[in-house]
Structure formats: structure tokens, C-alpha cells
């Protein structure tokens, strides 16, 4: 809980109710152990974030929770689809607001958290320093075939990249074909950095080459950052360069 934001944490101490994946519920136990608890698995977020919505409607305040930061790659998103297609009106605040007439309203508000991307980037070094892409190599909601063109596209442009999501029990040749594709624009020498677990207790940071990320022990609580052309390997953390030292002297 180190890693949370203090608004976060008061967000969560105050609601009557949280809802959240079950892995990430117990990772802050001590904060919920007196609330009301909706904890569902993985592939049920959409049953998870109805039956928070459902909670929230009913007048009862409640925190659905996500791991990093709520709007990437998490349920921020869900929910105002969710809202959007229920025709269910949201606002910032309920201050000054009339909503006489109104059946279905939520006052609802998106706490910012560390996004896995950056938390794992400190670990790393300081690798986004310049222009970065973040993938998810998951195909179960966005097609492989859209997943490839947005790879060779950052490859292509030498955005430094950052996968999310590259391996699980049922998707084990994606990482694989990933670096197949980078490395057509980079060189096999280009580092890369490897990050399970960023701030918690199974943190795990590593390095290696991208002629070799295929042989990396990965997973979905892995983030991995690919260099671009001008990121550097130094001691054991891993830099990209602004390009401070072309426009002065260092």
C-alpha cells in the first residue's frame, strides 16, 4: 500500500462498498476487512462491474478497485461503457446538479493510481525518458491481426515499447512472435528490461537482449521495456537519452 495514492486509500477507507479481481481485494485486505465485498475472478469484469454499478445505484458508495491505474488497461473504461449503453447519467459531482426526474444518475469519480508502466520504469531505470508505445500482447478482447500492425508500427517508428500482458498458461507463443516482428527494425542488441510484480512482494527486475527475450521468464504480471535505438544499458538499469547532450554540453 506504499504505492497507493493518499486519495486512493481515503477513496477506499470511505466507501461502504468495494468491488474488485479477487488477487487485488487481498492485496489490501486491511483496509476492507469491515466493508461489504464484490470479488469475482478473471474473464468476469463485465458481471464485476454491473454489480458494482448496481451497488452504486441503490445510494451505497462504492470503490471499484484496479490494479496500476484504473484507466489503462483496467475497469475505468468498462464502467463508462457500461453507464454509456444503460443510459445512466454520470457526473463529477452532485453539487448544483438537478437530477428531479432523474431515474438512473452516479456521481462518479476516476482515482488516478501507478500505472504498471511507470512503477516497472523506475525499476528499470529510466527507459521512457523520450517517446513510448505501451502494447498489450492479450488477444482476448482486441484481434491479432491489429495487435501485429500497432508492433511493427512502434517497431518502425523507434518508439520505446512497453508490452503488457506477454505470456499466460493459454497464450505462450505471442512474446515470441512479437520479437519477431521488433526485431525486423531494431537491433538484436537493444535492451530490454523485465519487470514482474512492480512493487509488491513477488517484484521481480531483470535484463536482457532482444535477440533473447523469447527465453525470458515471464508472465501477466510482467511488463517488459524494449529500447528504442537510443536507449542504453548501464550498470543494471536501462536509459533512454532526451537528447539533452545534442543541444548542450554535458
Not at 491479432?144 to 512502434?154: N, S, V
Not at 508490452?163 to 505462450?172: M, T, V
Not at 536482457?208 to 501477466?220: K, N, P, Q
Request: one cysteine or more; a negative charge.
Amino acid at each position: 500500500m506504499a504505492h497507493m495514492s493518499n486519495r486512493a486509500v481515503q477513496v477506499i477507507e470511505q466507501a461502504d462498498c468495494i468491488a474488485g479481481y479477487t488477487t487485488y481485494v487481498e492485496l489490501i485486505k486491511d483496509l476492507v476487512e469491515d466493508k461489504k465485498i464484490i470479488s469475482t475472478g478473471m474473464m468476469k469484469e463485465v458481471e464485476r462491474v454491473e454489480r458494482a454499478i448496481d451497488q452504486a445505484l441503490t445510494g451505497t458508495s462504492c470503490a471499484l478497485i484496479s490494479g496500476g491505474d484504473p484507466g489503462i488497461y483496467a475497469m475505468a473504461g468498462l464502467v463508462f461503457e457500461i453507464c454509456e449503453q444503460k443510459n445512466i447519467k454520470l457526473f463529477r459531482t452532485l453539487v448544483d446538479q438537478d437530477v428531479s426526474g432523474t431515474k438512473k444518475y452516479l456521481e462518479l469519480e476516476v482515482v488516478p493510481g501507478i500505472p504498471a508502466l511507470a512503477a516497472g520504469a523506475a525499476l528499470v531505470g529510466a527507459p521512457l525518458t523520450h517517446d513510448f508505445a505501451a502494447i498489450s500482447l492479450s488477444d482476448l478482447l482486441t484481434e491479432w491481426g491489429k495487435i501485429e500492425k500497432r508492433l511493427t508500427c512502434a517497431a518502425m517508428a523507434d518508439f520505446v515499447i512497453v508490452l503488457y500482458n506477454p505470456k499466460s498458461k493459454k497464450r505462450d507463443w505471442q512474446l515470441k512472435r512479437a520479437q519477431e516482428l521488433i526485431l525486423e527494425h531494431r537491433d538484436g542488441s537493444t535492451p530490454v528490461g523485465i519487470v514482474t510484480g512492480a512493487m509488491r512482494e513477488n517484484q521481480q527486475v531483470c535484463f536482457t537482449r532482444l535477440d533473447e527475450l523469447d527465453a525470458a521468464e515471464v508472465g501477466m504480471q510482467t511488463v517488459l521495456f524494449i529500447g528504442s535505438s537510443a536507449s542504453l544499458r548501464y550498470m543494471d538499469f536501462v536509459f533512454t537519452p532526451r537528447g539533452y547532450s545534442k543541444k548542450y554540453a554535458l
